[in-house]
């Protein structure tokens, strides 16, 4: 049985993922209407895999027998500057997502939850990749550059990725 305090940072968990998928798919309505395809498909995916995030946590804790509370949202930015611009948001986004993660680790040894705190071991992990994904499009960005052709290829390359990831 989860403890109240537990309960509650779970539901700020699940309303966090929440807003990092429409997020994510609000960056890829931006770089679609700029042209960049290979981008809004990446951003897209991106998202449902935060959804995915999000469901799953959503069901630990109705599986716990607490009640998961969707609470509402904030509405994400529309406008970025750049390409660029949208994965440094991305990056620093992720970073605090983790941070988030961390808390409710820590939170979960605290209250002796050792159930929660394993469950919660796939997150750390996943947002490790995810820190080093978008780490990797950011050296990217800046080796390719975002002028001219090399925005071009980025945007190539994010096609391509995800391609691969469907695969």
């Not at 394993?118 to 978008?134: D, I, K, P, S």
């Amino acid at each position: 049985m989860l403890s109240n305090k537990l309960i509650d940072q779970l539901n700020k968990q699940i309303n966090l993922e929440f807003y990092s998928s429409n997020l994510y798919l609000q960056m890829s309505a931006w770089a679609s209407y700029n042209g960049l395809d290979g981008s809004a498909g990446f951003l897209r995916n991106h998202a449902a895999e935060e959804m995915d995030h999000m469901h799953r946590l959503f069901t630990y804790v109705s599986e716990t027998g607490a009640l998961p509370l969707l609470g509402s949202i904030e509405a994400p930015p529309t406008e970025f500057d750049s390409i660029h611009d949208v994965f440094e948001k991305i990056y620093a986004h992720e970073c605090h997502v983790t941070s988030e993660i961390n808390h409710l680790a820590e939170c979960a040894l605290d209250e002796k939850d050792f159930s929660t705190f394993n469950f919660l071991q796939w997150y750390v992990a996943e947002q490790h990749e995810e820190e080093r994904l978008f780490k990797s499009i950011l050296d990217k960005l800046r080796i390719i550059g975002v002028e001219g052709t090399g925005l071009y290829h980025f945007d190539q390359q994010m096609a391509e990725f995800t391609s691969q990831s469907a695969a």
